[in-house]
């Protein structure tokens, strides 16, 4: 069960999550006597590396849905392409598989887990693989034509070296959706081409330039976008040479304590497992001033000093700002962040302003 859906010891699950968990049973039971089967999508994961202190660890991220497709109709390159192609709806038509049992297979040794209410495996396992982007299989255990079939996750393993690291917001920071404005969120979501999403100049670059300074620099690209569309964002990353890394997305839908979640909380949740989890990584938080990435990357710069390099915020034009929350002012707040702090108009702007601030990381 992930972070965001454990309920409270003690306390009931919110009307709203028994409605949809009683909706997906429906679903799944009509879908099972149609012929759909079960089927794992794997999302690429992160993790420590095993070295002379001991073993490492690796966060295995994957969810388990009943899909059309059958054993063997298309590879996961294809799935890929097809997620890529759909319209942004489509991606949302799934029907999870709650507790489903999933075999993770991490540099040899088999674990067994079980998928949360909203079919999503969230693990922490031990590992011995060594630094490097690495690979885990997982499959079904239980029987059916879909069974046994390994479907690979990638795993990003950071060494136990002290290291800058790169965490990312995606959209209107890398990939153009205006996404916090209502009409346009829904056009971008659900109706208009993943591949037809632009990308904002020279982020790209921008990431390049910091890991030719930083090899073997951890890039996580953290977003309130939903899990469903994982798989288009990460074939728009890759077609516009973004470095790959892991992606830290959510549900949509119910929470156990309410009918939305925030994605605010969301992302200050996710940031203070990184800093937990991987003490000796310093990041460079990279964001927009469209909504509330200032404030929130200076209040986890205060609440964890020495643990964020610096922040650098991507300047929204005027049109955007409006598009993005009605005004055309940008969202200010990384004024007294206590780390350095640069902004610009697009990566070449930050990729400049950056180079003297991150110097004296690179020298460590």
């Given at each position: 069960?992930?972070?965001?859906?454990?309920?409270?010891p003690?306390?009931?699950r919110h009307?709203?999550?028994?409605?949809?968990?009683?909706?997906?049973?429906?679903?799944?039971?009509?879908?099972?006597?149609?012929?759909?089967?079960?089927?794992?999508?794997?999302?690429?994961g992160?993790?420590?590396?095993?070295?002379?202190s001991?073993?490492?660890?690796?966060?295995?991220?994957?969810?388990?849905?009943?899909?059309?497709?059958?054993?063997?109709?298309?590879?996961?390159?294809?799935?890929?392409?097809?997620?890529?192609?759909?319209?942004g709806?489509r991606?949302?038509?799934?029907?999870?598989?709650?507790?489903?049992r999933?075999?993770?297979?991490?540099?040899g040794?088999?674990?067994?887990?079980?998928?949360?209410?909203?079919?999503?495996?969230?693990v922490?396992?031990?590992?011995?693989?060594?630094?490097?982007?690495?690979?885990?299989?997982?499959?079904?255990?239980?029987?059916?034509?879909?069974?046994?079939?390994?479907?690979?996750?990638?795993?990003?393993?950071?060494?136990?070296?002290?290291?800058?690291?790169?965490?990312?917001?995606?959209?209107?920071?890398?990939?153009?959706?205006?996404?916090?404005r209502?009409?346009?969120?829904?056009?971008?979501?659900?109706?208009?081409?993943?591949?037809?999403?632009?990308?904002?100049?020279?982020?790209?670059?921008?990431?390049?330039?910091?890991?030719?300074?930083?090899?073997?620099?951890?890039?996580?690209?953290?977003?309130?976008?939903?899990?469903?569309v994982?798989?288009?964002?990460?074939?728009?990353?890759?077609?516009?040479?973004?470095?790959?890394?892991?992606?830290?997305?959510?549900?949509?839908?119910?929470?156990?304590?309410?009918?939305?979640?925030?994605?605010?909380?969301?992302?200050?949740?996710?940031?203070?497992?990184?800093?937990r989890?991987?003490?000796?990584?310093?990041?460079?938080?990279?964001?927009?001033?469209?909504?509330?990435?200032?404030q929130?990357?200076?209040?986890?710069?205060?609440?964890?000093?020495?643990?964020?390099?610096?922040?650098?915020?991507?300047?929204?034009?005027?049109?955007?700002?409006?598009?993005?929350?009605g005004?055309?002012?940008?969202?200010?707040?990384?004024?007294?962040?206590?780390?350095?702090?640069?902004?610009?108009?697009?990566?070449?702007?930050?990729?400049?302003?950056?180079?003297?601030?991150?110097?004296?990381?690179a020298?460590?």
């Open positions: 069960m992930t972070e965001q859906q454990q309920p409270a003690g306390s009931a009307r709203a999550a028994r409605l949809e968990d009683t909706l997906n049973r429906l679903v799944a039971r009509r879908l099972s006597g149609r012929g759909w089967l079960n089927r794992v999508v794997a999302y690429p992160y993790g420590l590396a095993a070295g002379p001991g073993p490492g660890w690796v966060r295995v991220l994957a969810r388990v849905q009943l899909t059309r497709s059958r054993p063997g109709q298309e590879s996961p390159e294809e799935a890929d392409e097809r997620h890529l192609l759909v319209r709806w991606s949302f038509v799934t029907a999870p598989v709650a507790g489903a999933v075999v993770v297979d991490v540099g040794v088999s674990h067994e887990v079980t998928a949360d209410r909203g079919g999503y495996v969230d922490v396992l031990p590992s011995t693989l060594p630094a490097g982007e690495q690979e885990v299989g997982l499959h079904l255990p239980d029987g059916g034509p879909d069974a046994g079939r390994i479907v690979p996750a990638t795993v990003h393993l950071v060494g136990r070296e002290p290291v800058l690291g790169i965490v990312s917001d995606i959209d209107d920071t890398v990939m153009m959706t205006s996404l916090p209502p009409l346009i969120a829904a056009w971008n979501t659900f109706v208009l081409h993943a591949g037809a999403r632009g990308v904002v100049t020279g982020m790209a670059d921008l990431y390049a330039d910091v890991l030719s300074g930083h090899p073997g620099a951890p890039v996580v690209y953290l977003s309130t976008g939903a899990w469903n994982a798989p288009a964002l990460r074939r728009f990353l890759s077609r516009h040479l973004f470095p790959l890394g892991p992606l830290l997305l959510t549900d949509w839908g119910p929470t156990n304590s309410g009918w939305f979640r925030s994605g605010q909380d969301h992302k200050r949740a996710a940031l203070a497992r990184l800093v989890e991987l003490p000796h990584v310093r990041w460079l938080l990279v964001g927009d001033d469209g909504q509330h990435d200032p929130l990357y200076a209040e986890v710069a205060r609440t964890h000093p020495g643990h964020v390099a610096a922040i650098a915020i991507r300047r929204l034009t005027s049109v955007e700002q409006v598009l993005s929350h005004l055309p002012v940008p969202v200010s707040g990384t004024e007294d962040a206590g780390v350095p702090a640069v902004s610009g108009g697009d990566g070449y702007a930050l990729a400049f302003a950056l180079r003297n601030v991150l110097d004296g990381d020298a460590k």
